[in-house]
């Protein structure tokens, strides 16, 4: 079956920078873009950013843009998630998913879900 199985997450200081992976197995990865979700403690799961088949396109929720890069590798079947100038407000549960039917920007178009990864960022 497939499983998606994201790793990074900590603590980090504001300013600070993480770097989350997430490795799937049990499906075609190179065939599926691949989204990144956060949900904070009594919030809904937002939507973070996302990255096509091939890596060649990326996109990004604005509170993010400038600071997060998305990047893949096909051959490992790996999407990372590389955040910068950390905020408080970024303390969340990170989760990739992948294979979404339509919308990349829509966390129940998506087919599968890792089990996610905490990242806190202290004041």
């Known amino acids: 079956q497939v499983q998606l199985v994201e790793s990074g997450g900590g603590l980090v200081q504001t300013g600070g920078s993480l770097r989350l992976s997430c490795a799937a197995s049990g499906l075609s990865f190179s065939s599926s873009a691949m989204g990144w979700f956060r949900q904070a403690p009594g919030k809904e799961r937002d939507y973070v950013g996302a990255i096509n088949r091939s890596g060649s396109g990326t996109y990004f929720a604005d509170f993010v843009k400038g600071r997060f890069a998305i990047s893949r590798d096909n051959a490992k079947n790996t999407v990372y998630l590389q955040m910068n100038s950390l905020k408080p407000e970024d303390t969340a549960v990170y989760y990739c998913?992948?294979?979404?039917?339509?919308?990349?920007?829509?966390?129940?178009?998506?087919?599968?879900w890792g089990q996610g990864t905490q990242v806190t960022v202290s004041s």
């Open positions: 998913a992948a294979d979404p039917r339509s919308s990349l920007y829509r966390s129940d178009e998506y087919r599968y």
